[in-house]
Nanobody
Framework: QVQLVESGGALVPAGGSLRLSCAAS????????MGWFRQGVGKEREFVAS????????DYAVSVKDRFTISRDNAKMMVYLEMNNLKSEDTAVYYC?????WGQGTQVTVSS
């Protein structure tokens, strides 16, 4: 079955950096777009970034553009989210997504 397992969340100071990872299994990874979403307390889940099957196309939410970078390693079936210049408003649970499948999420907390 499809499994998505996120890791890398942590408590970081504002201005800091963090790299999230998503380990995928149970499907033909290289044939799917992959995405990162996030949900803050009391907020709707929102799109953060997405990447095409071979990584040639990426898309970002305006709020994270130029600070976050999504990448993937098809051989390892991994998706990454490099986050720089973190802000308090980036605090959220971050989820990896493939179509209708979601991971369990990883908590990112940015202290101001």
């Amino acid at each position: 079955q499809v499994q998505l397992v996120e890791s890398g969340g942590a408590l970081v100071p504002a201005g800091g950096s963090l790299r999230l990872s998503c380990a995928a299994s149970g499907f033909s990874f290289m044939t799917y777009w992959m995405g990162w979403f996030r949900q803050g307390v009391g907020k709707e889940r929102e799109f953060v970034a997405s990447i095409s099957e071979w990584g040639e196309n990426t898309d970002y939410a305006v709020s994270v553009k130029d600070r976050f970078t999504i990448s993937r390693d098809n051989a390892k079936m991994m998706v990454y989210l490099e986050m720089n210049n973190l802000k308090s408003e980036d605090t959220a649970v971050y989820y990896c997504r493939r179509g209708d499948n979601w991971g369990q999420g990883t908590q990112v907390t940015v202290s101001s």
